[in-house]
Protein backbone atom coordinates (compact mmCIF):
# COMPACT_ATOMS: atom_id res chain seq x y z
CA UNK A 1 0.00 0.00 0.00
CA UNK A 2 0.99 3.52 -0.51
CA UNK A 3 0.09 6.76 0.73
CA UNK A 4 1.61 10.51 0.80
CA UNK A 5 1.56 13.09 3.81
CA UNK A 6 2.38 16.69 3.31
CA UNK A 7 3.27 18.14 6.04
CA UNK A 8 1.74 21.59 5.90
CA UNK A 9 -1.23 22.51 4.50
CA UNK A 10 -0.47 26.29 4.62
CA UNK A 11 3.26 28.23 4.22
CA UNK A 12 4.16 31.63 3.73
CA UNK A 13 7.07 32.80 2.88
CA UNK A 14 8.32 36.93 1.59
CA UNK A 15 8.84 37.40 -1.70
CA UNK A 16 12.95 36.39 -2.56
CA UNK A 17 12.99 34.29 0.16
CA UNK A 18 13.94 30.34 0.14
CA UNK A 19 10.78 27.62 -0.29
CA UNK A 20 10.40 24.65 1.43
CA UNK A 21 7.18 22.22 0.98
CA UNK A 22 7.54 18.90 2.84
CA UNK A 23 6.29 15.46 1.46
CA UNK A 24 6.83 12.43 3.23
CA UNK A 25 5.47 8.98 1.56
CA UNK A 26 5.00 5.28 2.32
CA UNK A 27 5.67 2.64 -0.47
CA UNK A 28 6.15 -1.14 -0.11
CA UNK A 29 8.39 -0.66 -3.78
CA UNK A 30 9.89 1.90 -5.29
CA UNK A 31 7.91 4.47 -5.68
CA UNK A 32 7.64 7.25 -8.87
CA UNK A 33 6.65 10.22 -7.09
CA UNK A 34 5.25 13.92 -8.59
CA UNK A 35 4.45 17.16 -7.65
CA UNK A 36 1.73 19.18 -9.00
CA UNK A 37 0.47 22.69 -8.68
CA UNK A 38 -2.80 24.43 -9.30
CA UNK A 39 -2.85 28.38 -9.54
CA UNK A 40 -6.64 29.28 -8.49
CA UNK A 41 -9.25 28.28 -10.13
CA UNK A 42 -7.11 26.52 -12.63
CA UNK A 43 -6.06 22.74 -13.58
CA UNK A 44 -2.71 20.89 -11.85
CA UNK A 45 -0.03 21.40 -13.74
CA UNK A 46 3.20 18.67 -13.84
CA UNK A 47 6.51 20.53 -11.52
CA UNK A 48 8.55 17.57 -11.67
CA UNK A 49 8.71 14.08 -10.90
CA UNK A 50 10.85 11.30 -10.08
CA UNK A 51 11.41 7.88 -11.53
CA UNK A 52 13.76 6.08 -9.41
CA UNK A 53 17.40 8.08 -11.94
CA UNK A 54 18.59 10.66 -10.20
CA UNK A 55 17.88 11.43 -6.79
CA UNK A 56 17.97 15.65 -7.16
CA UNK A 57 15.28 16.20 -9.41
CA UNK A 58 14.92 19.77 -11.50
CA UNK A 59 11.24 20.95 -12.47
CA UNK A 60 10.01 24.10 -13.96
CA UNK A 61 10.08 27.66 -13.02
CA UNK A 62 13.35 26.89 -10.79
CA UNK A 63 11.50 24.52 -8.50
CA UNK A 64 13.54 21.17 -7.54
CA UNK A 65 12.69 17.88 -4.95
CA UNK A 66 15.30 15.69 -3.41
CA UNK A 67 14.28 11.94 -3.08
CA UNK A 68 15.46 10.78 0.08
CA UNK A 69 15.03 6.85 0.69
CA UNK A 70 16.07 6.82 4.12
CA UNK A 71 13.73 9.68 5.37
CA UNK A 72 10.88 8.52 2.63
CA UNK A 73 10.92 12.19 1.90
CA UNK A 74 10.19 14.07 -1.32
CA UNK A 75 10.70 17.87 -0.02
CA UNK A 76 9.45 20.69 -2.94
CA UNK A 77 12.60 23.59 -3.06
CA UNK A 78 12.93 27.37 -4.72
CA UNK A 79 15.82 29.25 -3.54
CA UNK A 80 13.63 32.36 -3.92
CA UNK A 81 10.03 32.60 -4.07
CA UNK A 82 8.14 34.93 -6.79
CA UNK A 83 4.79 36.30 -6.44
CA UNK A 84 3.19 34.21 -9.35
CA UNK A 85 4.66 30.95 -6.94
CA UNK A 86 1.46 31.17 -4.81
CA UNK A 87 -0.79 28.10 -5.30
CA UNK A 88 -1.24 25.18 -4.00
CA UNK A 89 0.76 22.13 -4.26
CA UNK A 90 0.04 18.78 -4.16
CA UNK A 91 2.75 15.31 -3.70
CA UNK A 92 1.82 12.36 -5.85
CA UNK A 93 2.58 9.04 -5.53
CA UNK A 94 1.80 6.35 -8.20
CA UNK A 95 1.25 3.23 -7.66
CA UNK A 96 -0.01 0.63 -10.35
CA UNK A 97 -2.65 2.34 -12.21
CA UNK A 98 -3.15 4.82 -9.71
CA UNK A 99 -2.07 7.98 -8.01
CA UNK A 100 -2.38 9.17 -4.48
CA UNK A 101 -2.47 12.69 -3.66
CA UNK A 102 -1.50 14.17 -0.81
CA UNK A 103 -3.90 17.15 0.65
CA UNK A 104 -2.17 19.90 -0.47
CA UNK A 105 -0.11 22.67 0.76
CA UNK A 106 -1.49 26.22 0.17
CA UNK A 107 1.81 28.71 -0.64
CA UNK A 108 1.46 32.54 -0.10
CA UNK A 109 4.04 34.93 -0.85
CA UNK A 110 4.06 38.03 0.85
CA UNK A 111 5.32 41.32 -1.19
CA UNK B 1 -0.95 21.13 -23.72
CA UNK B 2 -2.85 17.31 -23.49
CA UNK B 3 -5.83 17.58 -25.51
CA UNK B 4 -8.70 17.15 -22.80
CA UNK B 5 -11.43 18.81 -22.54
CA UNK B 6 -14.43 18.59 -19.86
CA UNK B 7 -18.30 19.55 -20.22
CA UNK B 8 -19.69 21.15 -18.78
CA UNK B 9 -17.31 23.05 -17.09
CA UNK B 10 -20.29 24.34 -14.75
CA UNK B 11 -23.27 22.89 -13.60
CA UNK B 12 -25.94 23.43 -10.89
CA UNK B 13 -28.32 20.72 -10.05
CA UNK B 14 -31.18 20.02 -7.76
CA UNK B 15 -30.73 16.70 -4.95
CA UNK B 16 -32.38 13.94 -6.58
CA UNK B 17 -31.31 14.31 -10.13
CA UNK B 18 -29.51 12.26 -12.47
CA UNK B 19 -26.11 14.16 -13.63
CA UNK B 20 -23.14 13.59 -16.26
CA UNK B 21 -20.17 14.99 -17.02
CA UNK B 22 -17.98 14.00 -19.91
CA UNK B 23 -14.11 13.69 -20.05
CA UNK B 24 -12.98 14.01 -23.50
CA UNK B 25 -9.42 13.47 -24.82
CA UNK B 26 -7.61 13.49 -28.78
CA UNK B 27 -4.55 11.73 -27.23
CA UNK B 28 -5.41 7.94 -27.81
CA UNK B 29 -4.06 7.23 -23.92
CA UNK B 30 -5.14 4.35 -22.57
CA UNK B 31 -5.82 5.14 -18.92
CA UNK B 32 -8.61 7.79 -17.89
CA UNK B 33 -9.49 8.54 -14.20
CA UNK B 34 -12.06 11.23 -12.59
CA UNK B 35 -11.01 12.63 -9.51
CA UNK B 36 -12.85 15.09 -6.86
CA UNK B 37 -11.45 17.88 -5.26
CA UNK B 38 -12.42 19.09 -1.66
CA UNK B 39 -11.12 21.48 0.58
CA UNK B 40 -8.35 19.49 2.42
CA UNK B 41 -8.59 16.50 0.87
CA UNK B 42 -6.64 16.88 -2.10
CA UNK B 43 -7.69 14.77 -5.18
CA UNK B 44 -9.50 11.88 -4.03
CA UNK B 45 -9.84 8.88 -6.83
CA UNK B 46 -13.09 8.18 -7.55
CA UNK B 47 -13.22 5.84 -11.10
CA UNK B 48 -10.53 4.92 -13.15
CA UNK B 49 -10.96 3.26 -17.13
CA UNK B 50 -7.91 1.39 -18.26
CA UNK B 51 -9.22 0.48 -21.93
CA UNK B 52 -12.82 0.76 -23.51
CA UNK B 53 -15.20 -1.07 -21.70
CA UNK B 54 -12.54 -1.91 -18.69
CA UNK B 55 -13.48 0.49 -15.52
CA UNK B 56 -12.34 0.15 -11.68
CA UNK B 57 -13.06 1.66 -8.44
CA UNK B 58 -11.01 4.58 -6.61
CA UNK B 59 -11.18 5.61 -2.62
CA UNK B 60 -14.84 7.18 -3.22
CA UNK B 61 -16.92 5.61 -5.67
CA UNK B 62 -20.05 5.24 -4.14
CA UNK B 63 -23.06 7.60 -5.77
CA UNK B 64 -21.10 7.42 -8.87
CA UNK B 65 -20.48 5.34 -12.11
CA UNK B 66 -18.58 5.64 -15.05
CA UNK B 67 -18.78 4.23 -18.41
CA UNK B 68 -15.86 3.91 -21.55
CA UNK B 69 -17.40 3.23 -24.96
CA UNK B 70 -15.06 4.97 -26.70
CA UNK B 71 -11.08 5.46 -26.39
CA UNK B 72 -11.59 9.07 -26.49
CA UNK B 73 -14.37 9.39 -23.78
CA UNK B 74 -14.99 8.94 -20.50
CA UNK B 75 -17.98 9.86 -18.63
CA UNK B 76 -19.04 9.89 -14.90
CA UNK B 77 -22.42 9.79 -13.53
CA UNK B 78 -24.28 10.81 -10.49
CA UNK B 79 -27.29 9.02 -10.44
CA UNK B 80 -29.24 10.55 -7.90
CA UNK B 81 -27.14 13.79 -6.98
CA UNK B 82 -26.59 15.03 -3.18
CA UNK B 83 -25.38 17.65 -1.73
CA UNK B 84 -22.38 15.98 -0.59
CA UNK B 85 -21.28 15.71 -3.79
CA UNK B 86 -21.03 19.34 -4.53
CA UNK B 87 -17.29 19.25 -5.74
CA UNK B 88 -14.81 20.25 -8.26
CA UNK B 89 -14.31 16.97 -10.66
CA UNK B 90 -10.88 16.49 -12.93
CA UNK B 91 -10.17 14.14 -15.44
CA UNK B 92 -6.68 12.88 -16.03
CA UNK B 93 -5.24 10.73 -18.73
CA UNK B 94 -1.89 9.35 -18.35
CA UNK B 95 0.47 7.35 -21.07
CA UNK B 96 -0.45 4.56 -23.13
CA UNK B 97 1.99 1.67 -20.99
CA UNK B 98 0.48 2.15 -18.11
CA UNK B 99 3.79 2.47 -16.09
CA UNK B 100 3.45 4.44 -12.93
CA UNK B 101 6.42 6.65 -13.75
CA UNK B 102 4.05 8.41 -16.44
CA UNK B 103 2.85 11.88 -14.93
CA UNK B 104 -0.93 12.42 -15.34
CA UNK B 105 -2.23 15.16 -17.39
CA UNK B 106 -5.55 16.64 -16.16
CA UNK B 107 -8.71 18.55 -17.54
CA UNK B 108 -9.85 22.13 -16.75
CA UNK B 109 -12.07 21.11 -13.97
CA UNK B 110 -16.17 20.68 -13.92
CA UNK B 111 -17.57 22.49 -10.89
CA UNK B 112 -20.78 21.11 -9.51
CA UNK B 113 -23.08 22.02 -6.80
CA UNK B 114 -26.08 20.04 -5.92
CA UNK B 115 -28.41 22.21 -4.49
Known amino acids: AQSVTQLDSHVSVSEGTPVLLRCNYSSSYSPSLFWYVQHPNKGLQLLLKYTSAATLVKGINGFEAEFKKSETSFHLTKPSAHMSDAAEYFC?????????FGTGTRLKVLA | DAGITQSPRHKVTETGTPVTLRCHQT?????MYWYRQDPGHGLRLIHYSYGVKDTDKGEVSDGYSVSRSKTEDFLLTLESATSSQTSVYFCAITGTSGSRDNEQFFGPGTRLTVL
Open chain 1, 92 to 100: VVSGTYKYI
Open chain 2, 27 to 31: ENHRY
